[in-house]
């Protein structure tokens, strides 16, 4: 069975950092891309980061570009968020998700329980 | 980037009626895929690929589109269906998802 199990999280200080982790079992993580995806409290879903299977590429959304970095072990079968100049608009669940393709056109088929990340003085 | 658009923002069916839900892209996609949310849950993946149901998905789910429009419909409402469903699209950066169809039962 497929299992994504975000942990860290918490309440942190505007300008800060903060790292948080996705440990993922029941298939081989090192053949698969693997997202981060957040949640603004009772507003939609929103991509953040992306890496791929062996962790030689990533990809960002603009507003986190510079800020965020994902990194993944695949010995430890472990995707990461590092978060750094965090600001309020940051404030969200953050989901870890795999990236499947079954054609060129990706999308997340599994979903981590979230991690939830208050960014408030 | 290509904005998607859903519609309704808000409905409500009852049971046994067919429920159809749209989601507009900007420019055209190639594939559209949909995420089934219920209050308190990480999203599920729903229908990949336009038109394939996710595993454990009831029949009574389909997908179907093409080029800036795509629909998910129900043929028969059931009140496990109440949920938020968003649809998402990668066929240019950056991966991008409508802001969702709150689908609630009367």
């Known amino acids: 069975e497929v299992q994504l199990v975000e942990s860290g999280g918490g309440l942190v200080q505007p300008g800060r950092s903060l790292k948080f982790s996705c440990a993922a079992s029941?298939?081989?993580?090192?053949?698969?891309?693997m997202a981060w995806v957040r949640q603004a409290p009772k507003k939609g879903l929103e991509w953040v980061a992306t890496?791929?299977?062996?962790?030689?590429?990533?990809y960002y959304r603009d507003s986190v570009k510079g800020r965020f970095t994902i990194s993944r072990d695949n010995a430890k079968s472990t995707l990461y968020l590092q978060m750094d100049s965090l600001r309020s608009e940051d404030t969200a669940t953050y989901y870890c998700?795999?990236?499947?393709?079954?054609?060129?056109?990706?999308?997340?088929?599994?979903w981590g329980q979230g991690v939830m990340v208050t960014v408030s003085s | 980037e290509i904005v998607l658009t859903q519609s309704p923002t808000t409905m409500a069916a009852s049971p046994g009626e067919k429920v159809t839900l749209t989601c507009r892209a900007s420019?055209?996609?190639?594939?559209m895929h949909w995420y089934q949310q219920k209050s308190g849950a990480s999203p599920k993946l729903w229908i990949y690929?336009?038109?394939n149901r996710a595993s454990g998905v009831p029949n009574r789910f389909s997908g179907s589109g093409s080029g800036t429009s795509y629909s998910l419909t129900i043929s028969s409402m059931e009140t496990e269906d109440a949920a938020t469903y968003y649809c998402?699209?990668?066929?240019?950066?950056?991966?991008?998802f409508g802001s969702g169809t709150k689908l609630e039962i009367k």
């Open positions: 029941g298939f081989t993580f090192s053949d698969y891309a």
């Open positions: 998402q699209q990668w066929s240019s950066n950056p991966f991008t």
């Open positions: 420019s055209s996609v190639s594939y």
């Open positions: 690929d336009t038109s």
């Open positions: 998700a795999r990236l499947m393709y079954t054609t060129d056109y990706p999308y997340f088929d599994y």
């Open positions: 890496i791929i299977y062996d962790g030689s590429s990533t």
